[in-house]
Structure formats: structure tokens, C-alpha cells
């Protein structure tokens, strides 16, 4: 496949574009290079040598001032506020000019809301019945990573807690990409886990003695609830699912990913989720000291106390496959990706033909990831220096440091977990590639500004715990609707740029936001899981 425009286009943000055509003479003044002299045509200079000499003598001299200015314009335009309209008026918003700090959002934007997940209803009182009095039990697989497995967890809680049912302790099942063995009690505080959720559901850690085929439950049909739907309401359970526990005692809930709505369940119960979520669901402690321990040498990386960037790069070649995007890259490395396409994905690929038409239309809803470079781009825009401080998590970026160098070229401090902990340090950790995310999960949540460049269940749980923290810490959601139509064009300067993503970020950093119908809750907790403060 051809490359998208956009891929030609980073080469040229460093400096101002040619000359755009059929604008207004604002627009084209605005974008034209600095180095433009509108009196000096190349025609003139060839006709006369001594005319030559003056005007390259007046290019130069006017080069020079004109880089002085744009400089302290754009060194002003950052720390300036900013403009807004209200009803055609041009209007100064003083509010936005706060945030002009880029490490943290501003103060009066957070102190609005405040996290109460813990406030349970009627007063803390245990409605919980005993384990023998419950309608039975329910059982869960917790597929795919982490977090995945994190959001399944919630969920299962929650859906216990719908039934009356008393829950038997997850199951981290392997997945066929992660290829994990983890166990709950492997990566999360089991005792702490079951104790704090004791007044709200009943927890058990192993299937009962009396059901003796403990196998049947991971194989047998007649022990398996199958046909849940995506997003079930709460009603769904117990009209169809309530029944059969009742009847057998013990079921199974599979497949169980994204099985419970939001809008969809009572608020008490997506309270109850948030709850699991950020105060019952704890790493072991040799995982959280560890990561203290990475985010503290990351903070004392300069000699002195220093605030830190977290950026989760989401180009391991697996995503880049499955996204079904064109990125840059030479004839063989698009050849060898359309092979690896067709080999994974037989059915999305077919014959190949309809991709093109299908990764610009995925560019332009902004559902490609981003690259290395197209990152370093939109950072240096924002205005973050090349001195800044970035913690990578990331898997194996495809391309390797080829791909990496725009990014790196930018930004030279970038560092992994593996360049802040020794081997044997990490040696531990190793055995469950689980606790490793877990290690990038908490050091990302510590940073002072966290960066995503893709979706994904990783990226939305650190946004929404980083909200339910208080909303001061930032969070940056790339717009990469708008961004993709900004390295597609090849005319915009690096002003405009600037101005682009400034302007359009001001409120995609983890300010407080409504929720809407079928909202993400784990991105958003505000409504049901914070209160106004």
C-alpha cells in the first residue's frame, strides 16, 4: 500500500511550508516561511548579479530578525491566554491562562468533585447474608492482560452483589497473547481484597468442598452460563442468570469480558465497581515498593527532585497489524505487514484490496495509533523541552530504534523500568509478565503528566484513577482526528501547529467531565463514584 500523505508531512513541521494557494492573504501570510521576501523573485535575481548580492544580503538580514520575533512570539503565544468566542465575540478567558503550567492542571478546575466510592449506603451496615444463605455461587474466568482482567474482577463483584450470590475468587485465565500463568494471589492482596469488601459481597477462595468434580466447572455446559450479552443490564442477571444458580448452586459466567452495562445498573452498583476498583483491589506490597522505588529514582534521574512524564507507546506490531492502518515504512517492511495481516486476520484482510480506502477513513476518526513521531510532534508543541523527563511503557515497538529516533531524537531522556531497576532487582517479576504491567501501571499512575497514544484498558484505567485522585494530576488524550489532519497538511507552519494542539488539548488533560449514556466508567468515575465537593 502507497503511504498516507500524513507520513510525509513530519518532515516538514520544523520548518514553515511553501506557499498555501487559494486562501486569503491573512492565511498565507500567517503560514508562509520566514525565510519568504515578497519584493525578491527568482527571476530577478538571475537577471542582475549585483541586484543578487543585495538581496541575498537583505534575505539574510531579514532571516535573522524574523527568526527573533517568531521565536518570542511563539514563546509568547504559549504563555498568553488564550482567546474564546461566545456568541460571535472574541472574548479573554483568564481561566485557560492558568494553565499554562504543563505539569499540573489548574487548581480552580479540580476542587469541584471529590471521590466518595467508599460511601456505601444506609451507612456502612453489612447487608451481607452468610455463605450458606446466598442464592449459591458464582464463578468467573478473568481473561486477556491485566487489565482486562482488572475490569473483569470489578464486574464480577458487581454481578454477585446483583444476584445475592457469593463469589468464588477469580481465575486469571492464560491468554493466548499475554501466555501468562498468574494466579490472583500472584499479583493482587487476596486477604485485603475479601476484608474490605466483606459488607458489601461475599467472597470465598476456593470452590466448596462439597462440589467435589471441580472440573466440571471449567468444562461442563451444564455449569456455564454462555449467552450473556455485551453490557448486560443488571435486570438481564436476574431474570436469566439467577435461575440457574439457584437451580445448580454453582455457575460459571463465560466468556465474562464487558458482560455488565453501565447506564444500564443501578448506581449503588457502579459505586460498588469503583470501589473494587480503587481501594479493594491492591498489588502485593513487593510490587507497590517497587514501584515506588522506580518512581522515586525516576523523579531523582537530574541530581534533583524533578517532575516526570509518562507516555504508554502502543506500537508493538501485533497493534500495528491489527489496526489495519498505513504508517511509514519502506515497500518491504508494507509487503511484510500484509503478509503478517493476511496470516492473523484472514477474514478483515481478504484479498487486501479494500484496505487503503479503510485506513484513511480510520486515520481521519483518529483510531490509528500514533507514532514515535508523530508523539514527539505533538509534545514539543505543547511546549515540553527536550530536557524533559519521559518513563516509557511500551512493549516491543515495531521497527525497533529506527522507528524510535524521531521520538528519541526529540526527547534523548527517555527511560524504561529495565534502565531504573537492575536485573536482579526485577528478577522476582519476571516469572508473570502480569506483574511487570503491574510495575508500568503504578509508575504511569505516579507520574506528573501521563500521555496515551492509543486506546486501550491500560490507558482508561490510569485516566480514571488519576480523575478519581482529584483530577490534578494530567492526563493527555491525544485529538487524533484532528491531529491526523494536521500532519496531512503540508502547508500549515509550525505556528499554526503550535496553536492547533494547544487549543485543543486545554480540556483533554483529566479535567472533571459529565458522563453521558454508555460513558466508559473506568475512563470517567465522576457521576456515580465522586461527589461534589
Not at 476484608?195 to 466440571?216: A, N, Q
Not at 521520538?407 to 502480569?434: C, I, Q, W, Y
Request: glycine content about 6%.
Amino acid at each position: 500500500m502507497a503511504e498516507l500523505r500524513h507520513s510525509s508531512s513530519l518532515v516538514t513541521r520544523s520548518s514553515s511550508s511553501p506557499l498555501r494557494t487559494g486562501d486569503d492573504d491573512s492565511s498565507r501570510d500567517r503560514d508562509r516561511p520566514i525565510w519568504w521576501v515578497p519584493f525578491l523573485g527568482g527571476d530577478d535575481l538571475r537577471a542582475s548579479p549585483q541586484k543578487s548580492k543585495v538581496s541575498i544580503f537583505l534575505i539574510l538580514f531579514l532571516a535573522a530578525v524574523a527568526s527573533l520575533i517568531s521565536v518570542y512570539g511563539l514563546v509568547n503565544h504559549l504563555n498568553a491566554p488564550y482567546l474564546c468566542k461566545k456568541d460571535g465575540i472574541v472574548l479573554n478567558c483568564p481561566h485557560v491562562k492558568e494553565s499554562a503550567s504543563r505539569w499540573e492542571n489548574p487548581l480552580p478546575a479540580t476542587t469541584s468533585w471529590k471521590p466518595c466510592a467508599e460511601r456505601r449506603i444506609g451507612g456502612g451496615v453489612s447487608d451481607v447474608l452468610p455463605e450458606n444463605e446466598t442464592n449459591g455461587y458464582v464463578f468467573i474466568h478473568a481473561e486477556g492482560g491485566l487489565n482486562q482482567q482488572r475490569i473483569a474482577i470489578c464486574n464480577a463483584v458487581a454481578v454477585a452483589k446483583i444476584m445475592n450470590a457469593t463469589l468464588i475468587l477469580p481465575v486469571l485465565k492464560q491468554d493466548q497473547i499475554w501466555k501468562d500463568q498468574t494466579k490472583f494471589e500472584d499479583i493482587f492482596d487476596v486477604d485485603h481484597f475479601i476484608d474490605y469488601l466483606k459488607d458489601d459481597v461475599r467472597i470465598v477462595k476456593d470452590i466448596p468442598d462439597w462440589f467435589t468434580d471441580k472440573t466440571e466447572l471449567f468444562s461442563s455446559i451444564r455449569r456455564t452460563v454462555k449467552n450473556i450479552p455485551k453490557y448486560a443490564a443488571a435486570q438481564f442477571y436476574i431474570d436469566n442468570v439467577l435461575p440457574r444458580i439457584k437451580e445448580k448452586k454453582i455457575m460459571a459466567l463465560k466468556p465474562f469480558v464487558d458482560r455488565l452495562g453501565y447506564d444500564n445498573v443501578p448506581q449503588e452498583i457502579n459505586r460498588l465497581r469503583c470501589r473494587v476498583n480503587y481501594h479493594a483491589l491492591k498489588f502485593l506490597p513487593e510490587i507497590e515498593q517497587m514501584a515506588d522505588s522506580i518512581a522515586s529514582r525516576m523523579r531523582n534521574r537530574t541530581g534533583t527532585p524533578n517532575p516526570y512524564m509518562a507516555l504508554h507507546l502502543r506500537f508493538e506490531k501485533g497493534m500495528v497489524g491489527l489496526s489495519f492502518c498505513d504508517f511509514v515504512g519502506t515497500r518491504e517492511e508494507k509487503a511484510r505487514m500484509a503478509e503478517y495481516r493476511q496470516k492473523e486476520w484472514p477474514r478483515r484482510f481478504k484479498n487486501g484490496s479494500h484496505l487503503w480506502q479503510l485506513a484513511l477513513q480510520k486515520r481521519k476518526e483518529g483510531r490509528c495509533p500514533l507514532e514515535p513521531g508523530e508523539v514527539a510532534v505533538i509534545l514539543r508543541a505543547m511546549g515540553y523541552p527536550k530536557e524533559t523527563q519521559i518513563y516509557v511503557a511500551s512493549g516491543q515497538v515495531y521497527g525497533g530504534q529506527n522507528r524510535m529516533a524521531p521520538l528519541r531524537n526529540m526527547f534523548p531522556n527517555l527511560v524504561t523500568k529495565e534502565d531504573l531497576a537492575g536485573k536482579e532487582e526485577l528478577a522476582s517479576f519476571r516469572k508473570h509478565v502480569t506483574s511487570l504491567a503491574a510495575l508500568d501501571f503504578l509508575v504511569c499512575l505516579k507520574s506528573d503528566v501521563f500521555v496515551m497514544t492509543h486506546g486501550g484498558n491500560f490507558a482508561k484505567l490510569i485516566i480514571g484513577a488519576r480523575r478519581y485522585m482529584g483530577h490534578r494530576q494530567k492526563s493527555i488524550k491525544p485529538d487524533k482526528g484532528l491531529m491526523s489532519k494536521s500532519f496531512g497538511d503540508p502547508y500549515m507552519g509550525w505556528a499554526t501547529f503550535v496553536e492547533d494542539v494547544v487549543v485543543t488539548h486545554q480540556t483533554r488533560t483529566g479535567l472533571p467531565e459529565e458522563t453521558f449514556p454508555n460513558y466508559d466508567l473506568w475512563e470517567n468515575p465522576l457521576t456515580p463514584c465522586m461527589c461534589k465537593a
